[in-house]
Nanobody
Framework: QVQLVESGGGSVQARGSLRLSCAASGYYVSSSCIGWFRQAPGQEREGVATIDSTRRTNYTDSVKGRFTISKDNAKNTLYLQMNSLKPEDTATYYC?????????????????WGQGTQVTVSS
């Protein structure tokens, strides 16, 4: 059974930093596709970043240059380092994973999901 547990969310002022973690069980972050999504109140869930088995990464335009996705295969954990945070980054952040297929936000939408962690950025 695949379980994804996010942590590291919190409240921070604009231009601050946070690092989110996603601990996986029943699934190896070293294989296939894993990534981060976020959902703000009243808005649709959007993809933030993905990383595949070759460590190739992809980011949505609004976070490029500020966020970095990475994974530690030994700890079976996914990370999202978020720097230069903005109030518009406020959302619940979710970890998602899938097996096989081409790594993309669309592919991950049909995969396994964590419960989310809240990130609040104040101006």
């Amino acid at each position: 059974q695949v379980q994804l547990v996010e942590s590291g969310g919190g409240s921070v002022q604009a231009r601050g930093s946070l690092r989110l973690s996603c601990a996986a069980s029943g699934y190896y972050v070293s294989s296939s596709c894993i990534g981060w999504f976020r959902q703000a109140p009243g808005q649709e869930r959007e993809g933030v970043a993905t990383i595949d088995s070759t460590r190739r990464t992809n980011y949505t335009d609004s976070v490029k240059g500020r966020f970095t996705i990475s994974k530690d295969n030994a700890k079976n954990t996914l990370y999202l380092q978020m720097n230069s945070l903005k109030p518009e980054d406020t959302a619940t952040y979710y970890c998602a994973a899938h097996i096989g297929g081409a790594c993309s936000f669309g592919w991950l939408m049909n995969g396994y999901w964590g419960q989310g962690t809240q990130v609040t950025v104040s101006s």
